[in-house]
Structures are given as C-alpha cells and as structure tokens.
C-alpha cells in the first residue's frame, strides 16, 4: 500500500468505520508514522494537528480502536479504516462524532420493522394489516408464516419469477411480524447465523 502523503503537508485523512455496523464513527488524520504504529499494533493511531504528535485513540479514556481493515482510495490520499471500537468514539462521549447510536441496521429491513413495532402497539392503527394480524394472536400469525412459505416454495417451482418474488416478499414481511410478536427483531436472527458461521471456520 502506497500512500500519497505529499498532497497535504504529510497528513492523509483516515475515515474509520464500525466493521460490523458499518457507521461511520469519526475523521482522524495520519502521517507515515501514525500509519505504521496502526499497521503494526492493530490500534488505530493518529496524528493530532494541535498537540503536534502521535496519538493513540483510547490512550487516556480507554475507548480504542482496534484495527480490523484498511483501504486506500483511488488516488492513494486519504484512507478508510474498518475498526472494532470499545466503548464510544467521541470525546464527548457518544457512539459517533455525529452523535449517532452505533447500532446494526439493515437498510429498508430495519425500517419496516419500526413500522411493524408502530401499527402492531397503536390504537391508531387499529384498522392495519399488522394490528389486525396480531390481535388474533401467536396462533394467526404463525399459520400466516406457514401459508406463505408454502406459497413461495410452490412459485419457486414455477417459472414466473415475479410471483416468487412476491411470496417471497409476503413469507420475509410476515416472519418480521412474527419476530416482533415474539419479542425478536431480525438482529437477532442474524447473530445466531453469524454465531453459526464462526463455529464453522
């Protein structure tokens, strides 16, 4: 890895990153020196602008960085670093310098799931698909999840691609909706198949 520390008075700029979570959780700079303490210890080092020296994140508060990947960018001058943070990132004490929670999502799944949590408990949505689902309880909601993974395995069968898709769709939408009613959310799910995945290796 060749990086081009010439372009701005011998700092590159070092954007760290959950590995996990993928939330970006600050903006460091590096010279050589720091780049190489980082390579060599798996704890992400930087160069501070206004003490003038290298430093260790962690190195007072306990809150370190420790280094899981390293990128370059395309025109070798600035870095992407894949880290396991312990603890907060920021100095002031919250997950992220943008005073994020630095907490697992997934994208559009995430989103529906708060969707779920929302019709499933209002009163206001009393009228839902959701809310409706689940006042008729475990029983209902399960012989649902049934019907459409048997759905889906019939269209899976078939050959029209668009109707897969959509059962498909239908068996994922319900099983969040079961997760929910059960006191699960899809994180869950996840780290039990990552759990799965370490064993194996």
């Known amino acids: 890895m060749t990086v081009d520390f010439k ?29 190489d303490k980082t390579i060599s210890t798996q704890q992400v080092t930087f160069y501070s602008r206004s003490k003038k020296r290298l ?6 508060s306990g809150n370190t960085l420790t280094l899981e990947d390293i990128k370059l960018d395309c025109d070798n001058d600035s870095l ?17 310098c943008w005073n994020e929670n630095n907490i697992q999502t997934y994208g ?3 989103k529906l799931e708060s969707i779920i949590d929302e019709r499933k408990n209002s009163e206001q949505n009393s009228n839902s698909y ?5 006042s008729k309880g475990i029983n209902a909601i399960a012989q649902k999840v049934g019907e459409e993974a048997v759905e889906t395995i019939i269209e899976a069968k078939d050959s029209n691609d668009d109707l897969f898709l959509n059962e498909s ?25 990552h759990k799965r995945h370490e064993s194996s290796n």
Do not use: R
């Open 55 to 60: 430093w260790t994140k962690g190195e007072t």
């Open 108 to 110: 559009f799944l995430t």
């Open 7 to 35: 372009k701005n008075n011998g700092l590159v700029p070092a954007i760290v990153q959950d590995s996990v979570t993928k939330k970006v959780l600050m903006l460091g700079y590096m010279n050589k020196e720091a780049l």
């Open 169 to 193: 769709a239908d068996l994922i939408f319900h099983l969040l909706i079961l997760l929910k009613f059960k006191g699960f959310s899809i994180q869950n799910v996840v780290k039990v198949l």
């Open 80 to 96: 992407l670093l894949q880290v396991k943070p312990q603890g907060p990132t920021c100095h002031n004490g919250s997950d992220t």
């Open 130 to 134: 959701v809310n409706s689902l689940v």
